[in-house]
């Protein structure tokens, strides 16, 4: 019985994944590698904003008609800073692009590949059988491509999980998640039934 339960969780899996879409998916797992792999840049990214706010702080408090010399020296450095920082944004988001990219390769194989080599693996073998005489002339269809007659072949289990996954997915989102997000709309209120 472990043939329909690995089918199921691997349906469930790649549903998932498309639900949510390989740029969501993608993005999430390149921040926890950052914070995973503590990436020196992005260590010197979040110390240079660190440094930049403060040094706008100080520049906004310095008179730039009073202090002129010291003024214009924070003003430089502010600027190199901030040069220094787009170079820096730059690289990781080069990074992260190539990262994506592999990863989204990955999710595809995943998602599309490990389908077709499971019903190319398993094709003669049944999923369970059915009892007979249940479902009459649709258990040759049930069976498709390659099971024994009576069965439920890999490729229509694929296909029914598939199904059923979906439909959870579409009543949840319609009648719990847009419910909810009625229920914050309503929450605010709006032009016209607000009081001055």
Known sequence: MYLPTFIFLLVLLTETILFLGYSYVTSAAHDLYLKASKDPRATKQDKLKR??????????????????????????????GITDLEKLNSDIAFSKTG??????????????GSQVLMVLWFRKSPVFYLPPGWFGPAQRLLCMPFSPLGSVSVAVWFAACRRMIKAIA?????????KNMGAI????????????
């Open 51 to 80: 440094d930049l706010l403060k040094m706008k702080n100080d520049l906004a408090a310095t008179s730039s008609q009073d202090e002129f010399a010291k003024w214009a020296k924070m003003r430089r450095r502010l600027d190199k």
């Open 99 to 112: 990262f994506e990219l592999k990863l989204k390769s990955i999710l595809w194989f995943l998602i599309h």
């Open 170 to 178: 579409l009543t949840v989102n319609d009648f719990i998640i847009t």
């Open 185 to 196: 709309g309503s929450a605010t209120p709006t032009p016209s039934t607000s009081t001055s």
